[in-house]
């Protein structure tokens, strides 16, 4: 064969290898590191919860990794009650794997997996009940100052009051969000989750816009008393009834 169908063939065998190694684009650590209550350990819950994690999801925990996540008492985004302790979560890096296990955890079936773990010796883990965490004030902060922050910069696409009537009707209302059983950690994060990191900062915390994709609508600043106020708004909002249940069984 000739010289320029050689080269034809050295150019075809270089598209395929490069076409057969997307490994370097999606190269996100599939591993996490956890640090977490020893009772949660000793109890066999973890033993119990991360294999089934790791099968739904192909990411595992790593005990020598450094910790990403923290499950402890009294803390966190709250996803098991043990008796009277409340566990919760946090996320300590923006590790991927590590947000999954979170959001797993948090999840509808992660709340049955925890729930269908029967412990050797004493209570069986439950849902969190929620009114109880209300009852203990999770956020603090000034309930009509977070009702306005919400009025103001969240009406657009939200109903954020059984009051409000200006909001579309295709994105999630306030009520109907706050009845779902992970309402807090997505408050907590909703800044970083789409779509909101595309025209809304946080002051402090928010990398700046890309400058490539200016906001379409006019930017949002707020402020960490901002934020923590509407916290304490959306915690004082009655959850919409969705119908059955789905955090008891
Ligand atoms: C420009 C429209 C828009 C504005 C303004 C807006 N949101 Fe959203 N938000 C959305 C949309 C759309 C979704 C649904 C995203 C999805 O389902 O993936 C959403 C989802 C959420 C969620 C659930 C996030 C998740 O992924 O679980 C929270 C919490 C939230 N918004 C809070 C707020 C708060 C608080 C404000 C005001 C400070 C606000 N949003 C302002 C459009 C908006």
């Not at 034809?8 to 956890?34: C, N």
């Not at 000793?42 to 925990?61: C, M, N």
């Not at 009852?135 to 910069?153: K, M, N, Q, S």
């Not at 954020?160 to 109907?176: H, K, Q």
Request: hydrophobic fraction near 45%; proline fraction near 8%.
């Amino acid at each position: 064969m000739g010289m320029g169908r050689i080269t034809e063939l050295l150019r075809q065998i270089a598209l395929v290898a490069v076409m057969a190694s997307p490994v370097a684009a999606e190269e996100v650590p599939r591993t996490f590191g956890m640090s977490f209550d020893e009772g949660l350990s000793t109890s066999g819950l973890l033993d119990y919860i991360l294999p089934r994690f790791a099968l739904k999801t192909g990411r595992r925990f790593d005990p020598e990794m450094a910790a990403d996540l923290s499950l402890a008492a009294g803390q966190g985004a709250p996803f098991a009650q043990r008796g009277d302790v409340v566990y919760g979560v946090d996320l300590l890096t923006d590790s991927d794997a590590a947000m999954r296990f979170r959001d797993w955890l948090l999840s509808e079936v992660g709340q049955n997996t925890i729930s269908t773990f029967a412990p050797e010796t004493g209570d069986p883990y439950g849902p969190v009940v929620i009114e109880e965490v209300v009852e203990e004030d999770y956020f603090e902060g000034d309930i009509p100052a977070g009702r306005l922050v919400a009025e103001t910069h969240c009406t657009r696409c939200h109903k954020v009051s059984p009051e409000d009537r200006s909001s579309i009707g295709s994105t999630p209302s306030f009520m109907a969000m706050r009845a779902l059983p992970d309402w807090a950690a997505r408050f907590v994060s909703f800044y970083a989750l789409n779509p909101h990191p595309a025209f809304l900062q946080v002051d402090g915390i928010s990398a700046p816009f890309d400058v490539s994709r200016p906001p379409t609508i006019p930017p949002v600043l707020l402020t960490l008393d901002e934020v923590d106020n509407l916290l304490a708004y959306v915690q004082s909002v009655a959850p919409a009834d969705l119908g059955a249940e789905i955090q008891h069984q």
